[in-house]
């Protein structure tokens, strides 16, 4: 059986950084594109960095120079530095492994004070 888990969500103030990982299991995902996206209440479900099998990369102009995705193909897993935190980064955030197939993770909550 195929799950993607996500950790590293939480409380912080806004300036701060969280770092998010997302690991996938049951499957090789070295294939796979690679992503981040986030919900804010009352919004729809949003883009916010890409890494691809070929090791392009790709930003939410709201958060370039701030973010950066990396991925690690040997462990199934990628990752979401986040620095210089605003409260509007504030969302629940969940990975999606994308290819053949489409999978997502259950999401976590990062919440920037200001």
């Known amino acids: 059986q195929v799950q993607v888990l996500e950790s590293g969500g939480g409380l912080v103030q806004a300036g701060g950084s969280l770092r998010l990982s997302c690991s996938g299991y049951g499957r090789t995902f070295s294939s796979y594109s690679m992503g981040w996206f986030r919900q804010a209440p009352g919004k729809e479900r949003e883009s916010v960095a890409i890494s691809w099998s070929s090791g392009s990369t790709h930003y939410a102009d709201s958060v370039k120079g701030r973010f950066t995705i990396s991925r690690d193909n040997a462990k199934n897993t990628v990752y979401l530095q986040m620095n210089s935190l605003k409260p509007e980064d504030t969302a629940v955030y969940y990975c999606?492994?994308?290819?053949?197939?489409?999978?997502w993770g259950q999401g976590t909550q990062v919440t920037v004070s200001s």
């Open positions: 999606n492994f994308k290819n053949e197939y489409d999978y």
